[in-house]
């Protein structure tokens, strides 16, 4: 049995590489529970990420080239027919670029690999993908662009917005602009970011009245406005949207926690609206709900999400490590060698192993071995 999590994620990658096509790419999945058809962008991103990691942690030729050939597919005409933004899903009736959250990983993965590898290609390719998407600094957020180019305004929903951010941040040590738009952004989270008194993040975007007729001039004023007035009738949510955002409180947790490795000396940290979302994340009662979710640990990574939160948060150990420990006995198959245990898309939880990328190698006792 693998004795760290450094061992599982090698382990993981090594089976994972029997998925990889010969043009570089790993099989689709469909988008978790929401059952989307998707393209092979967003699985290959992932393994994409998992092999760099493997790579500097071995010295693997064999993940270098894996590595390799998965962002070359990442950088194809195949996946950029417009050499805008990324072909992501097939679904009818919804855009193909999947919103900004389509795009997030495969620029994360390019910019990594750039790092990794030392490619300016891949890290050209991925800051062209960014700069696609136009960012409006009266309001610090980006647009959705369609893989034709065209713009369909901005995206009101706040993970997509924030995860975004935080792919990009690699970046930022390499063009001044993306740092500087990414710093603007970060600066703005407590006005953008809504939080319930127990510290739950809510879903949409936080705009207040105020500020919409502050921007009232500025060409966003109605795409502001009308997510302002979607924000307020679901101010009390029902319990499914509650549900929802409770699910997706790790991926908050996880956006903020990169984009605060990659600008720590703001002082929007200080904030206490991220201090109470960080809090939340180390109570019982969140505790209770994650498990309890048909999207928590078996469909999700929250587990990784939580742990890597509370790394970089300075959350105490224990803590970081029953999230770890949790998420590998409910979700990872140790005879298989694979995060899909039990999982509506085991493809998609599969390459989410990725995630062990940002944590500290942690020991891992024999007895969350699954039967």
């Known amino acids: 049995m ?3 999590l450094y061992d599982i994620l090698v382990d993981a990658v090594e089976v994972g590489l029997e998925r990889q096509r010969s043009d570089g790419s790993f099989p689709p999945a469909h988008n978790g529970l929401y059952k989307e ?36 597919y990442l950088a194809s005409d195949e996946v950029r027919p417009s050499r805008r933004t990324f072909l992501c899903r097939l679904t009818p009736e919804k855009d193909l670029c999947n919103g900004l959250l389509g795009q997030a990983t495969p620029i994360l993965a390019l910019a990594r690999g750039g790092q990794v590898l030392e490619s300016d290609e891949y890290l050209e390719i991925a800051a062209d993908v960014y700069h696609h998407h136009s960012f409006d600094p ?12 065209e713009n369909l305004g901005i995206d009101r929903t706040f993970n997509h917005q924030l995860i975004f951010a935080a792919s990009a941040s690699p970046l930022a040590e390499h063009y001044e602009s993306v740092a500087d738009e990414l710093e603007q952004f970060v600066r703005k989270l407590p006005v953008r970011m809504g939080v319930y008194r127990d510290g739950l993040v809510k879903h949409h975007l936080c705009t207040g009245l105020s500020e919409t007729r ?22 009390y949510p029902a319990n499914s ?35 109470d979302a960080v809090n939340y994340s180390t109570t019982e009662s969140y505790r209770e709900q994650i498990l309890e979710l048909d999207r928590g640990l078996v469909n999700t990574p929250s587990g990784f999400h939580n742990a890597v939160c509370h790394t ?60």
């Open 2 to 4: 693998p004795a760290s």
């Open 37 to 72: 058809e998707s393209t092979r962008v967003r699985t290959t991103a992932n393994w994409a990420l998992a092999s760099l990691r493997a790579f500097e942690l071995t010295e693997n030729e064999r993940y270098r080239c894996a590595a390799a050939d998965a962002l070359d």
């Open 138 to 149: 009266s309001v610090a957020l980006w647009d959705k662009i369609e893989v034709t180019g």
């Open 214 to 235: 502050l921007l009232s001039q500025t060409k966003s004023y109605w795409k502001l406005a009308l997510g302002y007035l979607l924000y307020k009738r679901h101010h």
């Open 241 to 275: 949207i509650r549900s929802k955002e409770v699910g997706y409180h790790s991926v908050n947790l996880f956006g903020l926690s990169i984009l605060k490795r990659n600008f720590p000396n703001l002082d929007v940290w200080n904030h206490q609206k991220i201090i």
């Open 312 to 371: 970089v948060f300075d959350i105490d150990d224990d803590r970081r490590d029953w999230w770890v420990r949790e998420q590998l006995r409910r979700a990872y198959d140790f005879e298989q060698q694979e995060l899909n245990r039990n999982a509506a898309d085991p493809e998609l939880q599969a390459s989410n192993i990725y995630l062990i990328s940002f944590l500290p190698d942690v020991t891992i006792p024999d007895s969350i071995r699954n039967d």
